[in-house]
């Protein structure tokens, strides 16, 4: 059984940095895409990074200089480095993983349970 877990959620002054982390665990063949999303209170969830297997990155436009993505895929994590946090900021962040359990080539998109970034003006 696959589970995400992320960790480094806090409570940060606005110009502060946190780095969050999201590792995968249970039956992994291979990981492909991973990446970060956010959701703030009565807002829809939104793309905050991707990072392919490869190591490629997309931003959306607002995280774009602050924020970071990365991987580890020797243990299947990813992080987001999140620098000049802004007011706006404050949400809970999830990770996902396209993700195949076996050599079938079928993935599938597993999410974590998110952990929650407060800014503090």
């Known amino acids: 059984q696959v589970q995400l877990v992320e960790s480094g959620g806090g409570l940060v002054q606005a110009g502060g940095s946190l780095r969050l982390s999201c590792a995968a665990s249970?039956?992994?063949?291979?990981?492909?895409?991973m990446a970060w999303y956010r959701q703030a209170p009565g807002k829809q969830r939104e793309l905050v990074a991707t990072?392919?297997?490869?190591?490629?990155?997309n931003y959306a436009d607002s995280m774009k200089g602050r924020f970071t993505i990365s991987r580890d895929n020797a243990k299947n994590t990813v992080y987001l480095q999140m620098n000049s946090l802004k007011p706006e900021d404050p949400a809970v962040y999830y990770c996902?993983?396209?993700?195949?359990?076996?050599?079938?080539?079928?993935?599938?998109?597993?999410w974590g349970q998110g952990t929650q970034v407060t800014v503090s003006s």
């Open positions: 990072v392919t297997s490869g190591g490629s990155t």
């Open positions: 249970g039956t992994i063949f291979r990981i492909n895409a």
């Open positions: 996902n993983a396209d993700l195949a359990e076996d050599y079938s080539g079928t993935y599938y998109r597993f």
